[in-house]
């Protein structure tokens, strides 16, 4: 005796080359410039039975960037961004285990192909900072689900985080490492028009949907006191909360062939990883160290034309620290990104395209004698088939 089961895999290929100018003030004079492959992609997704799926992504990141400092090119290996397997059991109910984007935030989860701008945010790494996840990824299994006619999405996921170092002298520790508890992201997001099903949403519908919605984020995690480093002090808990509305506004009404569109997103972060009094390598007073307590701000918006082949954007981006730390650090760490540019559709949707942006990023306080901002110009190919 036997069964008869049906299996899909699609395989698909992303690349984005980049050319950037950039200058620390342009009336200093002279660009520098570099030529690099922002993401060189390659997917296979599929199912394998009924209702089970997999999803596995490979990346080489800034392929052939330049150190600004020292020049060399990096020509890193190529790593493993997604690789999990997912079961539906019910509407209300997909469990998925493996390598997962964190939904940290409504930009965050947006799909490279559909970015209003050349990329995500710069905010999107804030929750981040600690280097303990893999470009928003990490491993560890996450619950999702729909309500109200898939108007109503959740998200629950246990990933990993940061583990704690063992306990005792390395040469004979008194405990193994990673007794902390884990890293716990949620997300709830609703939809008022349209319905969003997929792993990744948002950015650009190219006039096929009419979306309007809202998005709440929270991320959390804490080492223990006894936990190093520095057993038995005190350590703060790491969260984050983001919140988000968003809009797809097709001119002519949704179609699936496409049209012009309006697109505009709001979203607010706040993040506090623990740090008390001067962040240094030897404060552990926060369970997160890199991420001093803040607050995070983006608004951007597009425009589509279907007929002419291009979009338009823009993009505002503010980083805010807390008061609580002296002004060098606030100094030191306060951001503003204004960009700006369009894009030339070659090929139908996100198929084939061509973008060129400017970026202003600006540091409102830094004293006199330090660098007040960076110009940087950027023109981008993207490509996308499956």
């Known amino acids: 005796m036997g069964s008869v089961s049906k299996h899909r895999t699609r395989t698909r290929c992303f690349a984005s080359v980049i050319a950037m100018l950039a200058t620390a003030a342009a009336w200093e004079g002279g660009y520098a410039f570099d030529f690099y492959c922002r993401r060189c992609r390659f997917f296979a997704t599929g199912s394998v039975v009924k209702d089970v799926y997999f999803n596995v992504l490979f990346e080489a990141s800034n392929l052939g960037r330049a150190d600004p400092t020292t020049g060399v090119k990096s020509f890193a290996a190529p790593s493993i961004l997604d690789a999990y397997g997912q079961v539906k059991f019910t509407d209300w109910f997909w469990l998925s285990g493996g390598s997962i984007l964190m939904p940290l935030s409504r930009n965050g989860t947006q799909p490279t192909t559909t970015y209003l701008s050349i990329d995500n945010a710069n905010i999107d790494n804030t929750p981040v900072l600690q280097g303990n996840s893999n470009v928003l990824r990490d491993l560890g299994f996450q619950a999702n689900g729909f309500f109200l006619a898939n108007h109503l999405e959740y998200r629950v996921g246990v990933f990993q985080g940061s583990r704690a170092a063992s306990k005792g002298p390395v040469a004979a520790p008194t405990a193994t490492a990673g007794h902390n508890p884990p890293r ?16 990744v949403n948002g ?41 988000a509305a968003f809009i797809n506004y097709p001119l002519a009404g949704p179609n699936p062939r496409g049209g012009d569109e309006l697109v505009g997103l709001f979203q607010v972060g706040f993040y506090d990883g ?83 942006q400017f970026e202003r990023t600006q540091f409102p306080d830094a004293p006199a004698t330090a660098q007040g901002g960076t110009n940087t110009l950027t023109l981008q190919m993207q490509t996308f088939l499956y």
Do not use: C
């Open 184 to 199: 716990f992201v949620s997300m709830l997001s609703f939809n008022f028009w349209d319905t969003e099903t997929g792993y």
């Open 203 to 243: 950015g650009h519908y190219y006039g096929s949907k009419k979306v309007l919605g809202v998005m709440a984020n929270f991320d959390y995690q804490t080492l223990r006191n006894q936990d190093p480093p520095a057993p038995g002090a005190s350590k703060n808990p790491y969260y984050g909360l983001s919140a």
């Open 274 to 356: 623990g740090v008390r009094g001067t962040p240094s390598a030897t404060n552990f007073t926060g369970t997160y160290s890199n991420v001093l307590k803040q607050w995070n701000y983006l608004a951007e918006a597009a425009y589509y034309n279907k007929d002419l082949k291009f979009s338009i954007f823009g993009k505002f981006e503010m980083r805010k620290i807390s008061n609580i730390y002296s002004t060098v650090v606030q100094g030191a760490s306060n951001q503003m990104w204004i960009a700006g540019g369009l894009k030339y559709y070659v090929a139908p949707a996100n198929l084939l395209n061509f973008a060129l």
